[in-house]
């Protein structure tokens, strides 16, 4: 019966974007985890600036006074 024909179709495109869906959702989940470590990188790039900062401006004073 076409009803069923129909259902049948239904319940295999609801399988197929289910699958879509999981797929879709841990290429975000990845992508996520890459920025959440860029930020990490980041963060610690900026601290290691902080510190040459601090430090060329010891010298600079050292030199200065």
């Given at each position: 019966?076409?009803?069923?024909?129909v259902?049948?179709?239904?319940?295999?495109?609801?399988?197929?974007?289910?699958?879509?869906?999981?797929?879709?959702?841990?290429?975000?989940?990845?992508?996520?985890?890459?920025?959440?470590?860029?930020?990490?990188?980041?963060?610690?790039?900026?601290?290691?600036?902080?510190?040459?900062?601090?430090?060329?401006?010891?010298?600079?004073?050292?030199?200065?006074?």
């Amino acid at each position: 019966a076409p009803a069923r024909q129909v259902s049948g179709l239904a319940e295999q495109l609801e399988e197929r974007l289910f699958h879509l869906y999981g797929l879709h959702n841990e290429l975000i989940q990845e992508r996520l985890q890459e920025l959440a470590e860029v930020m990490e990188r980041v963060g610690q790039a900026e601290a290691e600036l902080r510190e040459v900062c601090r430090t060329v401006e010891a010298a600079y004073r050292d030199l200065c006074l």
